[in-house]
C-alpha cells in the first residue's frame, strides 16, 4: 500500500480538480479529502454516506456554580483571559490547557471533551471516500487528517486495496504535516505567479524536511510562460520531478459545475495534460 498526497502553497490553484480527476483514473485506491477546513470533494465526486463518526479533540473548561468558593485561583492562573468576574468560562476563549481544572482547590471544574465535528466513509463512482467536517472555529484539524489518513488505510488493508490519493490542505499548517508526513509522495500544484512560485518553495521545504519526494505541476502555464519556465528550473535546482504542465481551459470549471471530474467531463486539452501527468506520479508512487 502506497500514498499520494497532492498539496499547494494555498486555496485555488486546482489540487481538488486534479485530485479528483486522479481518483477517476486510477484503480484500486482509496480517495482522502484531507482539507478538513474547508472540504470540497463531494462537489465533484457526490459521495453516498455508509459510515458516520463524531470527531472529539481537546478539551474545555466548565465552572460548576454549585462548587465553586470564587476563590479567583483559575483566574489568575489563565493565561488566555477566558474566565468572567462571574467565574464563567467563554468556550472559544478556552485553549483547554486544564490550568483552572488542576489548581482548583474546590474540584469546582469540569473538563469534557470537545466535539469537533463529524468525520464520514462514503461510496462513490470512483471508489470510497474518507472525508470530514470540522466544525466552525474548531481546532485540532491536524489530528483529524491523521485519524482520516488512519481509516483509510484500514479500509484499503480490509479491500486489498494499493493506493490511497489524498487531497491535502492548503498551506503549510499543521494539518498539512499531518497530511505529508510518512507519504510515499506529494505532487505540488502550483500557478506561475510571484506568489505562485513562492508558495511552491514553501511547501517544497516542507516535504523536504518531512524527507517526502516532490514532484511540481504547473496549473495554468500558459498564463505566464515565464514564470512557468522560473517554476520549472527551480524544481530542477531542487531535485524536484517536473510531471508537467496543466494549460488554462474553461473546462475545469465547467467539469465542476456538472459535478464531473475533468478527464469525464472533457477530452480537451488540459483532459489530456491531466492523464499524462497522472501517468508519471503513478509511474514514480505506484510502480
Same mark, same amino acid.
Given at each position: 500500500?502506497?500514498?499520494? @498526497?497532492?498539496?499547494?502553497? $494555498?486555496?485555488?490553484?486546482?489540487?481538488?480538480?486534479? %485530485?479528483?480527476?486522479?481518483?477517476?483514473?486510477?484503480?484500486? $485506491?482509496?480517495?482522502?479529502?484531507?482539507?478538513?477546513?474547508?472540504?470540497?470533494?463531494?462537489?465533484?465526486?457526490? =459521495? %453516498?454516506?455508509?459510515?458516520?463518526?463524531?470527531? $472529539?479533540?481537546?478539551?474545555?473548561?466548565?465552572?460548576?456554580?454549585?462548587?465553586?468558593?470564587?476563590?479567583?485561583?483559575?483566574?489568575?492562573?489563565?493565561?488566555?483571559?477566558?474566565?468572567?468576574?462571574?467565574?464563567?468560562?467563554?468556550?472559544?476563549?478556552?485553549?483547554?490547557?486544564?490550568?483552572?481544572?488542576?489548581?482548583?482547590? *474546590?474540584?469546582?471544574?469540569?473538563?469534557?471533551?470537545?466535539?469537533?465535528?463529524?468525520?464520514?466513509?462514503?461510496? %462513490?463512482?470512483?471508489?470510497?471516500?474518507?472525508?470530514?467536517?470540522?466544525?466552525?472555529?474548531?481546532?485540532?484539524?491536524?489530528?483529524?487528517?491523521?485519524?482520516?489518513?488512519?481509516?483509510?488505510?484500514?479500509?484499503?488493508?480490509?479491500?486489498?486495496?494499493?493506493?490511497?490519493?489524498?487531497?491535502?490542505?492548503?498551506?503549510?499548517?499543521?494539518?498539512?504535516?499531518? /497530511?505529508?508526513?510518512?507519504?510515499?509522495?506529494?505532487?505540488?500544484? @502550483?500557478? =506561475?505567479?510571484?506568489?505562485?512560485?513562492?508558495?511552491?518553495?514553501?511547501?517544497?521545504?516542507?516535504?523536504?524536511?518531512?524527507?517526502? =519526494?516532490?514532484?511540481?505541476?504547473?496549473?495554468?502555464?500558459?498564463?505566464?510562460?515565464?514564470?512557468?519556465?522560473?517554476?520549472?528550473?527551480? *524544481?530542477? /535546482?531542487?531535485?524536484?520531478?517536473?510531471?508537467?504542465?496543466?494549460?488554462?481551459?474553461?473546462?475545469?470549471?465547467?467539469?465542476?459545475?456538472?459535478?464531473? @471530474?475533468?478527464?469525464?467531463? /472533457?477530452?480537451?486539452?488540459?483532459?489530456?495534460?491531466?492523464?499524462?501527468?497522472?501517468?508519471?506520479?503513478?509511474?514514480?508512487?505506484?510502480?
Amino acid at each position: 500500500m502506497k500514498e499520494l @498526497t497532492i498539496i499547494s502553497g $494555498k486555496g485555488g490553484t486546482g489540487k481538488t480538480s486534479l %485530485t479528483a480527476a486522479f481518483a477517476g483514473l486510477a484503480e484500486n $485506491k482509496v480517495i482522502v479529502d484531507a482539507d478538513v477546513d474547508a472540504a470540497d470533494m463531494d462537489l465533484i465526486l457526490t =459521495p %453516498t454516506v455508509r459510515e458516520t463518526d463524531e470527531f $472529539k479533540g481537546g478539551h474545555y473548561a466548565v465552572i460548576q456554580p454549585a462548587l465553586c468558593t470564587e476563590c479567583g485561583e483559575c483566574r489568575q492562573r489563565c493565561q488566555y483571559g477566558a474566565i468572567s468576574e462571574n467565574f464563567v468560562i467563554d468556550k472559544i476563549d478556552c485553549e483547554g490547557c486544564g490550568v483552572c481544572v488542576y489548581f482548583c482547590p *474546590a474540584d469546582a471544574i469540569e473538563f469534557p471533551q470537545r466535539t469537533c465535528g463529524k468525520w464520514y466513509i462514503s461510496d %462513490t463512482r470512483h471508489g470510497a471516500l474518507v472525508h470530514a467536517k470540522l466544525g466552525i472555529a474548531e481546532e485540532n484539524s491536524g489530528l483529524l487528517v491523521s485519524l482520516l489518513r488512519q481509516k483509510a488505510k484500514e479500509i484499503a488493508e480490509q479491500q486489498g486495496l494499493g493506493k490511497i490519493i489524498v487531497d491535502g490542505p492548503p498551506g503549510i499548517g499543521c494539518p498539512v504535516i499531518a /497530511s505529508v508526513a510518512n507519504s510515499n509522495g506529494v505532487l505540488i500544484i @502550483t500557478e =506561475p505567479t510571484l506568489s505562485g512560485i513562492h508558495d511552491m518553495q514553501r511547501v517544497r521545504e516542507l516535504a523536504g524536511f518531512l524527507k517526502v =519526494p516532490a514532484m511540481l505541476c504547473i496549473n495554468k502555464h500558459d498564463l505566464n510562460p515565464a514564470m512557468a519556465d522560473k517554476m520549472r528550473d527551480y *524544481a530542477q /535546482s531542487q531535485d524536484m520531478h517536473y510531471v508537467g504542465a496543466i494549460p488554462y481551459d474553461r473546462d475545469m470549471t465547467k467539469a465542476m459545475v456538472e459535478q464531473q @471530474t475533468l478527464v469525464e467531463y /472533457s477530452n480537451g486539452q488540459a483532459a489530456q495534460a491531466v492523464i499524462e501527468i497522472w501517468e508519471k506520479v503513478a509511474a514514480r508512487v505506484f510502480p
